[in-house]
Structure formats: structure tokens, C-alpha cells
């Protein structure tokens, strides 16, 4: 009566989550385990319970009965399963590694990455999860987060469905009384990132290049008249070099006098910033005060 009474109490799906580890207990097999069940309390609702059963013998080894230890961990598994959403929103890669290097928990972007779920990597080695060579490529990281130093690199990586992926990581452990418990693993995707920065760079080699090439003098300078780009020819004119001039004041470097009189003109790149407007000067009656 017990037992009919029990199994109504257990929630549907967790009805065969045991019997099989139970059967094993009456074979004999062993004498002991423990599991996670959903219940339904009286009120309605579903608890979990953690179920540590034991098999008590007769004085001729036979099963005499059966003792359940049953403690409710509603509380533990709510806070869990919230970690564990929080975790599985969030567009990082997130894991905790023990000292052992066996992976404890970790969100679906591990999958997404390596090909796993959050459930199968538990208890697996990292070289397991993230492969042999990624492995090693981060040896000397590993080492150095288990010796309780916070790492911080990057790494090209390619994903379970061969994508190229640039990944920023940080490592970093987890200290309890001074010693070393584990660490926690994020990586970031800066792939889209580290492909602009790239572009970027090419296309700034690119106006650097051309800018070297042409024959006419090309200056540029921030919102504040700040020389920011000087070319060869501009280097020429006015006998500034390039490591001189950046950052200067545009009428510090191109010091402009009108022509016979010497007397000092605006300079027209001053007047275009004021007046946001272009602003075009004769050169015929411009020359350089030096």
C-alpha cells in the first residue's frame, strides 16, 4: 500500500527514472544509491527530493527491507536552474574547470562551440571538450590560472561546424582559504570584431599608400586644427617631419604670410573648421613664413 501510495506520489515522468538502479538493489548488485526525483506535494504543487536508498540484509544476506532517505531540494534546484538559464543566455562561452581539469558545469554556447550539451560535459576532461590541440595551445594558461593567476588572451579557434572563430578568453580562479579550487572559463566572440579591425587596417595601409604616391601636399587635422595625417609632399613643403608635426597646431606648421608684406594670413584649414564651410586661398599670394 505504501509502495502504490508512493508511486502516485511520484511526478509521471520520473516514474522509471530508478528501477533499474532498484532492480540492481534487489539482484543484489548493489547495496546502495541515490537519486534526484520530482514529487507532488499535497497542495498541488512539485517538489524535488534527493533519495539516498539503502538495502538492509537478513542475518543470512537476504533483503530484509529497503530504507529511503528523503530530503527536499526545491530550494537547491530552483537556484541551480536559474544559474543555469542565466548562464544559457548568455552570448559568452562559460565553464568551471576543477583542478583535475574536469568540467563541473557550463552554458549551451559550449555546444554551439565544441559539440556538446551542458549535461554531457559534466565529468568530462577539457582536452575531451575543446580537443587535443586547443588543449595544448592553452597549456601554459591553464597552468598558470591552477597556480592562481587570472589569464587574459586571445585564440583563433575553429568551431564544431568548421567556422573560423577569434575568441578573447579570461581564466580565472576560483580560491578558497588561499587554495586553488578550479577556475571559470569565459570566451567572448570577437570575430566580427577582430574582421573590422582588420578591414580597417587594410584600408588605412591602403589611403596611407596612395596618400605617399601622389604628387600634391595632403594634410589633415582633428576638430581641433591637430595635424593627424601629413604626407611626403606636405613633409617637403614645409620642412616638418611626420613625427614632428602630428599632433601639432596647423598654424604652428604651416605658418602662412602674405607674399612681399610677410604679413601674417589665416590659415584657411582654421577658417574651414570655424565656418564648416570649404575654404579655398590663392597660393599665388601665400608663402610660408619660413
Same mark, same amino acid.
Given at each position: ?8 506520489? !511520484?511526478?509521471?515522468? *520520473? ?10 538493489? /534487489? *539482484? ?10 520530482? =514529487?507532488?506535494?499535497? +497542495? ?5 527530493v534527493q533519495l539516498d536508498v539503502s538495502l538492509i540484509l537478513d542475518e543470512t544476506g537476504q533483503p530484509h527491507f529497503i530504507v529511503w532517505q528523503i530530503q527536499d531540494i526545491s ?20 565553464? =568551471? ?12 554556447? =559550449?555546444?554551439?562551440? %565544441? ?8 565529468? /568530462? %576532461? !577539457?582536452?575531451?571538450? !575543446? ?6 595551445? +592553452? ?6 590560472? /591552477?597556480?592562481?593567476?587570472?589569464? %587574459? ?17 579570461? =581564466? ?7 587554495? !586553488? ?24 595601409? /591602403? ?23 601629413? +604626407? ?22 604651416? *605658418? ?25 586661398m590663392s597660393l599665388i599670394d601665400l608663402c610660408l613664413s619660413w
Amino acid at each position: 500500500m505504501f509502495a502504490l501510495a508512493s508511486q502516485e506520489l !511520484i511526478y509521471p515522468e *520520473d516514474l522509471k527514472t530508478d528501477q533499474h538502479l532498484l532492480q540492481e538493489m /534487489l *539482484d543484489g548488485k548493489i547495496q546502495q544509491y541515490e537519486t534526484q526525483k520530482r =514529487y507532488w506535494h499535497k +497542495n498541488g504543487y512539485v517538489i524535488w527530493v534527493q533519495l539516498d536508498v539503502s538495502l538492509i540484509l537478513d542475518e543470512t544476506g537476504q533483503p530484509h527491507f529497503i530504507v529511503w532517505q528523503i530530503q527536499d531540494i526545491s530550494a537547491q534546484i530552483r537556484k541551480s536552474r536559474d544559474l543555469q538559464i542565466v548562464l544559457n543566455n548568455t552570448p559568452a562561452m562559460i565553464g =568551471y574547470w576543477d583542478t583535475d581539469l574536469q568540467h563541473r558545469f557550463g552554458n549551451f554556447t =559550449y555546444g554551439e562551440w %565544441f559539440g556538446f550539451s551542458p549535461e554531457q560535459m559534466k565529468g /568530462l %576532461f !577539457i582536452w575531451e571538450v !575543446i580537443g587535443e590541440n586547443l588543449y595544448q595551445r +592553452n597549456r601554459e594558461q591553464i597552468e598558470g590560472v /591552477l597556480r592562481g593567476e587570472e589569464q %587574459f588572451f586571445e585564440r583563433e579557434i575553429t568551431d564544431i561546424r568548421g567556422e573560423r572563430r577569434q575568441v578573447q578568453f579570461s =581564466y580565472v580562479p576560483d580560491m578558497e582559504d588561499g587554495y !586553488i579550487q578550479g577556475f571559470v572559463a569565459l570566451g567572448i566572440d570577437i570575430t566580427a570584431r577582430h574582421d573590422a579591425e582588420k578591414a580597417l587596417f587594410k584600408q588605412k595601409e /591602403l589611403a596611407r599608400i596612395t596618400l605617399e604616391s601622389i604628387g600634391d601636399s595632403v594634410i589633415a587635422v582633428d576638430t581641433e586644427g591637430r595635424i593627424t595625417l601629413f +604626407n611626403p609632399v606636405a613633409q617637403r613643403m614645409t620642412g616638418w617631419s611626420l613625427e614632428k608635426a602630428l599632433g601639432k597646431p596647423i598654424e604652428e606648421v604651416m *605658418d602662412l604670410v602674405e607674399e612681399g608684406t610677410f604679413t601674417p594670413l589665416p590659415n584657411p584649414i582654421r577658417m574651414a573648421l570655424s565656418e564648416r564651410k570649404t575654404v579655398g586661398m590663392s597660393l599665388i599670394d601665400l608663402c610660408l613664413s619660413w
